[in-house]
């Protein structure tokens, strides 16, 4: 009995010993999954201050799946890190719920605010600045690649990411307001959109020594308050437009508008925006696209009358009668009056 005792000895400290180290490995395994994802968590801080769509859990699940580590292998293979059922669907209010995108936080009140709406929501709505549009319902537009929502005090911009300029801008115009704004100061204190990503806006360098002006698709002579007329002069409010276009007919088709806005009972709706349809052009290091034509539409609320200037992005333009509301949707897609009774022509 002593000598079957004594040869058991030796396996009894063997397996204490083999459970040592793998207890051993398995504190190495955990203290370099947890030094990984610290290194993973600093990593999306830093980071989110450029691209707000980066999540920890994408970046991480992305990083883990790349590198390679013995000790990260073997949690990988005992389940590591746990799939929780949300690791690549975002938590209700996040980007892809309809609702804002995660990172962005809807503003207060009418100023100006974050994006409120990127391509993971399905269409527009502009909750946090209806008053630029008819009836307070933005036209439900379906939301394509880098398009955001942004909230100004005097006009809202749908902004692409791709052709860093805006897809349209709205505003509301009134007697009142007009009134109000007359005799303010230009600021001509143009600024690139910080609530954009860099990588989806345009820079105060890619106009310098581009030929092209810094185009205003609100004009800064719409603006009502001191606040609206220098947030008009976002770079996220501007196309590159011809000098000559910019500051002769196009001149006019903004004051014209203002004046019949002057004149009207009510409120009156603006849709102001860039059409691509040739070649693409672009200016600067970000190759901001160069429009073809321009356009602005005009609805008075109360008599239902609309119309559309249209001109070509260009020196010899000259100005020409309006076309209709329906043949403008024809040619751009883009049914911006479709929440709003037009009367039959």
């Not at 009995?1 to 207890?23: D, E, F, Q, V, W």
């Not at 804002?100 to 009140?109: D, K, L, M």
């Not at 204190?189 to 989806?200: I, Q, S, T």
Request: net charge positive; aromatic share 8%.
């Amino acid at each position: 009995m002593t000598t079957a005792k004594n040869k058991n000895t030796p396996a009894r400290k063997r397996s204490s010993a083999k459970k040592k180290t793998r207890s051993g490995f398995s504190r190495f395994q955990k203290f370099s999954a947890s030094a990984l994802a610290a290194a993973l968590a600093s990593f999306q801080i830093a980071s989110c201050s450029f691209n707000p769509h980066w999540s920890l859990g994408q970046l991480g699940a992305a990083a883990l799946s790349a590198i390679h580590i013995p000790a990260l292998e073997s949690l990988r293979k005992s389940g590591w890190p746990a799939d929780t059922g949300n690791t690549h669907r975002p938590a209700p209010g996040h980007a892809g719920q309809g609702t804002a995108s995660a990172g962005h936080h809807r503003p207060s009140g009418t100023t100006a605010g974050q994006p409120t709406r990127t391509a993971a929501s399905s269409a527009t709505s502009f909750a946090s600045c209806p008053q630029f549009f008819p009836g307070g319902r933005a036209p439900s537009l379906q939301v394509q690649p880098q398009q955001r929502e942004l909230c100004f005090s005097g006009f809202a911009v749908l902004h692409s990411g791709l052709t860093k300029t805006p897809v349209f801008v709205a505003e509301r115009l009134n007697r009142q307001l007009l009134l109000q704004g007359q005799g303010l100061q230009r600021t001509d204190k143009f600024y690139a959109d910080a609530r954009l990503p860099r990588m989806e806006r345009s820079e105060l360098d890619d106009y310098k020594r581009s030929g092209f002006s810094r185009g205003h698709m609100a004009p800064a002579a719409d603006m009502a308050s001191p606040e609206a007329m220098a947030q008009s002069f976002s770079l996220a409010n501007m196309v590159p437009q011809n000098q000559v276009h910019n500051a002769g007919v196009w001149a006019k088709v903004e004051e014209d508008t203002r004046k019949y806005a002057l004149r009207a009972q009510g409120d009156v709706f603006v849709f102001t925006g860039p059409v691509f349809s040739g070649p693409v052009q672009t200016i600067g290091a970000n190759q901001v696209h160069v429009p073809d034509y321009l356009f602005k539409l005009v609805y008075d609320a109360t008599t239902g009358r609309s119309w559309v200037y249209w001109q070509a992005n260009s020196a010899d333009t000259r100005m020409g009668p309006p076309i209709s509301y329906e043949e403008f949707t024809r040619r751009t897609g883009m049914p911006l009056l479709a929440n709003v009774h037009l009367p039959r022509a």
